[in-house]
């Protein structure tokens, strides 16, 4: 065994003369066990809340989106996308077409985006599950619209005796005195209505492509494509491949693109939560210094006798340099499993609920590996540092042979 590893042991599970040095290297492992462990759970539950919220913006947005640079329309059609269609890799390929639009409802009206999909959306999407009330159908007069929307307009897939009408302006110029002249109207039914969050709620109405068409006066126009690729393919090499298939004219985003600044937000608070965490650790691992300092004291004469058998300064300050870590090691260990264990507990049972209206029965929680290197590495620093101030200092002013 290694020698100042084992004098470092036993001078940790032994008894001291001084109790204090016992209590004192109690709470310091106590300490860093409860800063580690409160960094597992914070981390692990900021990850299972960003994972629901990444999650419930992919239900809605597309893997890859391809839009126009300039203007707002393209035509689908053009040799451009008929060699995209035969890219391999893409598992569903959906039209869409995207206009602002006046929803009225008996007195009841809001202004909402009218998303027209074709066929492959819900496949692609998954969307289906979102819907809460009612059911997923954009056959005929159908529309399905989000719950913030059927809210203001006090209707739903129950309501089939008044219709909703969705009214949009004309393209180009119309000569008449009357202003509904130059608005193109729909009489829709609600099939079903979806929750996602507020963004999307209050904002979206989903209906066929064609409709979407017919209400905002294009003939075979899309303002972008949407793509779902196959399990297993990776979304930053076949966004490559589709940029240089369509060239410069147009925008190919995947998901992280699409919504840069949430991504972007997710990371920054993510990394500043864990710098805040980690002062607070710092805090915690003062009781080390104080432990290892009394340690040192106390030790004098035993090192003393060290020296005298040839035990240099140099070994002498690694002895209490491996009691500091050993100290920081456990209460990192102890704070590690301790918060696995929480977590696991959580996801498996779903200990602590949430309040009826959430899309989640249960706080989400994700323990992640590299989140779990990262705290184990960053407390082990710390206690490095912490073990070091004063094995350099103490051990130079106590310790002069």
Request: with cysteine; charged share 20%.
């Amino acid at each position: 065994m290694n020698f100042p590893f084992f004098i470092a042991k036993r001078y940790l599970i032994s008894k001291k003369s001084h109790n204090a040095i016992n209590i004192i290297s109690g709470i310091s492992i106590t300490g860093i066990c409860i800063g580690t462990m409160a960094l597992v759970i914070v981390l692990s539950a900021f990850n299972g809340l960003s994972g629901l919220v990444q999650s419930l913006y992919n239900s809605f947005d597309p893997m890859i989106s391809i839009t126009a640079k300039q203007g707002k329309t393209f035509d689908p059609n053009s040799m451009e996308f008929q060699s995209l269609k035969k890219v391999n890799g893409i598992a569903y390929y959906t039209e869409v077409v995207e206009g602002n639009a006046l929803l009225k409802h008996l007195d009841k009206q809001c202004i909402a985006t009218i998303k027209g999909v074709s066929d492959q959306f819900e496949k692609m999407s998954g969307f289906d599950t979102l819907v809460s009330e009612g059911h997923f159908s954009l056959n005929n007069n159908s529309i399905i619209i989000g719950n913030g929307i059927s809210y203001k307009l006090q209707t739903g897939p129950n309501d089939i005796s008044s219709p909703i009408s969705v009214y949009a302006p004309k393209r180009g110029k119309t000569n008449s005195l009357n202003p509904e002249d130059g608005l193109n109207e729909l009489k829709m039914y609600p099939a079903g209505t979806f929750t996602i969050n507020d963004e999307f709620d209050e904002k979206y109405a989903l209906m066929n492509i064609d409709k979407a068409r017919e209400l905002l006066d294009y003939s075979n126009e899309v303002t972008s494509i949407e793509l779902s690729l196959k399990q297993g393919i990776k979304s930053d090499q076949i966004q490559v491949e589709i940029q240089k298939i369509l060239g410069e004219k147009y925008e190919v985003k995947n998901r992280e693109q699409q919504n840069a600044m949430l991504y972007k937000t997710f990371k920054s608070e993510k990394l500043w939560t864990f710098i805040i965490l980690l002062f607070i650790l710092i805090i915690a691992t003062f009781n080390v210094i104080g432990s290892l300092t009394m340690l040192i004291i106390e030790k004098k004469k035993d090192i003393t006798i060290l020296h005298n058998m040839g035990a240099d300064v140099r070994l002498i300050r690694k002895i209490f340099l491996v009691e500091g870590l050993l100290i920081t090691f456990i209460g990192a260990a102890l704070g590690l499993t301790l918060g696995i264990t929480l977590c696991w507990l959580q996801m498996k049972f779903e200990i602590i609920k949430l309040t009826e209206g959430y899309v989640v029965n249960a706080y989400p929680v994700k323990v992640l590996a590299t989140d779990m290197v990262s705290v184990l590495a960053a407390v082990l620093l710390i206690g490095f540092f912490a073990a070091w101030y004063p094995v350099r200092v103490f051990t130079k002013k106590h310790l002069a042979f």
